[in-house]
T-cell receptor
Framework: GQQLNQSPQSMFIQEGEDVSMNCTSS?????WLWYKQDPGEGPVLLIA?????ELTSNGRLTAQFGITRKDSFLNISASIPSDVGIYFC???????????FGQGTILTVHP | KAGVTQTPRYLIKTRGQQVTLSCSPI?????VSWYQQTPGQGLQFLFE???????NKGNFPGRFSGRQFSNSRSEMNVSTLELGDSALYLC????????????FGPGTRLTVT
């Protein structure tokens, strides 16, 4: 099935560092969402973006909807140990109930 | 407000059997989507139900089916289980109005032996 190209696949960082990850697609999306998944749990919605060029923050998280509508970026500032997990981007086209997901970025934070 | 609930959380089945998974959406949410998550394929869209009708469908064989009840609760069924069906099955619910954000349940871990 179709997937978005998400990078990097994994990151190992020190506590306090900033983190950046991104997603690209060959298709245009109307909505970009970023989720975090902890082991044994379902994805939790972090940020949702609805307009090209939109920049949205949620605490230490900032995400942007690319101008071309084919990409999105997520930044995490001043990382802490509880940021550990898998981060997924997801795009929604014209089918409201269908999300297309990236492969995920595994984030490890060393204290 | 209670979140999305899925039952059972864990299931072990034998190849050839069938299985039914259940999902209760957030109160007021009428759209329910199902996803399969595996290490190799990641998160893949199965189908979406709204008002008891399948509205969208992913690229999965006919062995995967679902339904939605009048109270928006949904079930998915997998018949003639194969080893490759072992996965985490996730259900997500949303309002059918803007912003259409999907909220996920904890998933059902299905193991086929």
């Amino acid at each position: 099935g179709q997937q978005l190209n998400q990078s990097p696949q994994s990151m190992f960082i020190q506590e306090g560092e900033d983190v950046s990850m991104n997603c690209t697609s060959s298709s245009i999306f109307n909505t970009w969402l970023w989720y975090k998944q902890d082991p044994g749990e379902g994805p939790v919605l972090l940020i949702a973006l609805y307009k090209a060029g939109e920049l949205t923050s949620n605490g230490r998280l900032t995400a942007q909807f690319g101008i071309t509508r084919k990409d999105s970026f997520l930044n995490i500032s001043a990382s802490i140990p509880s940021d550990v997990g898998i981060y997924f981007c997801a795009g929604r086209g014209t089918s409201y109930g269908k999300l297309t997901f990236g492969q995920g970025t595994i984030l490890t934070v060393h204290p | 407000k209670a979140g999305v609930t899925q039952t059972p959380r864990y299931l072990i089945k034998t190849r050839g059997q069938q299985v039914t998974l259940s999902c209760s959406p957030i109160s007021g949410h009428r759209s329910v989507s199902w996803y399969q998550q595996t290490p190799g394929q990641g998160l893949q869209f199965l189908f979406e139900y709204f008002s008891e009708t399948q509205r969208n469908k992913g690229n999965f064989p006919g062995r995967f089916s679902g339904r939605q009840f009048s109270n928006s609760r949904s079930e998915m069924n997998v018949s003639t289980l194969e080893l490759g069906d072992s996965a985490l099955y996730l259900c997500a619910s949303s309002l059918d109005t803007f912003p259409y954000e999907q909220y996920f349940g904890p998933g059902t871990r299905l193991t086929v032996t």
